[in-house]
């Protein structure tokens, strides 16, 4: 069965619901799973085992952090690199005094993360967790705004999601849903389309 999430929502909530702890515990059994335990055997010697839960405590807490991501974050970032937007982009920072409006269709945007959390011991690393996160939005029907090469407003069709979350290349969570993006957004300082050094002089829109 495939959800809707309303937004805002983060990717904890795409992966793991609305339950903070709920999802706080779903990630100290991963980590407890996903090689943690095995990682602390094979290079700290000796540690007892409720400061081996300590540290999976702590690792789940790292990455419960790094999963706040904020999902329309995500794909604002995507839309930013789209091909049609740059153009839009580059045209409107050579012609300040003009907007384009930008129809995509069926698109994907798709953000991919690799961080890593190092295990250290008496400040000894003792070994490396590998996290995996991606996140793909598949979009249909989307207006976008583009002024002195920014996206100030857009108008979105429907949006699906699926994230997959995994430790040392294993999944750990993964899930489908549609996410309810707002039927029309505005940004009130704009999205920046194009890298610093390109950016035309660009005001505070009302």
Same mark, same amino acid.
Do not use: Y
């Given at each position: 069965?495939?959800?809707?999430?309303?937004?805002?929502?983060?990717?904890?909530?795409?992966? +793991?619901?609305?339950?903070?702890?709920?999802?706080?515990?779903?990630?100290?059994?991963?980590?407890?799973?996903?090689?943690?335990?095995?990682? $602390?055997?094979?290079?700290?010697?000796?540690?007892?085992?409720?400061?081996?839960?300590?540290?999976?405590?702590?690792?789940?807490?790292?990455?419960?952090? +790094?999963? !706040?991501?904020?999902? $329309?974050?995500?794909?604002?970032?995507?839309?930013?690199?789209?091909?049609?937007?740059?153009?839009?982009?580059?045209?409107?920072?050579?012609?300040?005094?003009?907007?384009?409006?930008?129809?995509?269709?069926?698109?994907?945007?798709?953000?991919?993360?690799?961080?890593?959390?190092?295990?250290?011991?008496?400040?000894?690393?003792?070994?490396?967790?590998?996290?995996?996160?991606?996140?793909? +939005?598949?979009?249909?029907?989307?207006?976008?705004?583009?002024?002195?090469?920014?996206?100030?407003?857009?108008?979105?069709?429907?949006?699906?999601?699926?994230?997959?979350?995994?430790?040392?290349?294993?999944?750990?969570?993964?899930?489908?849903?549609?996410?309810?993006?707002?039927?029309?957004?505005? +940004?009130? !300082?704009?999205?920046?389309? $194009?890298?610093?050094?390109?950016?035309?002089?660009?005001?505070?829109?009302?």
């Amino acid at each position: 069965m495939t959800d809707t999430v309303p937004h805002p929502a983060s990717v904890r909530e795409l992966l +793991f619901g609305e339950d903070v702890e709920a999802a706080a515990e779903s990630l100290v059994d991963a980590a407890r799973e996903h090689e943690v335990a095995a990682i $602390l055997e094979r290079g700290a010697q000796g540690l007892t085992d409720n400061a081996g839960r300590t540290v999976e405590r702590e690792v789940a807490s790292v990455v419960n952090g +790094f999963l !706040s991501l904020d999902l $329309l974050d995500l794909v604002a970032a995507g839309w930013a690199k789209h091909g049609a937007m740059v153009e839009a982009a580059r045209r409107t920072r050579a012609a300040p005094d003009t907007e384009e409006v930008v129809a995509l269709a069926t698109h994907q945007v798709t953000s991919t993360h690799r961080p890593c959390v190092d295990l250290r011991v008496d400040g000894v690393r003792v070994g490396t967790l590998e996290i995996g996160l991606t996140v793909a +939005f598949d979009v249909e029907g989307m207006l976008a705004v583009v002024r002195q090469a920014h996206l100030m407003s857009l108008r979105c069709g429907t949006c699906t999601t699926t994230g997959t979350l995994a430790m040392q290349e294993r999944v750990v969570a993964s899930r489908h849903c549609n996410l309810d993006l707002p039927g029309a957004m505005r +940004f009130r !300082s704009g999205i920046a389309l $194009l890298p610093a050094r390109d950016q035309a002089p660009h005001g505070d829109p009302a």
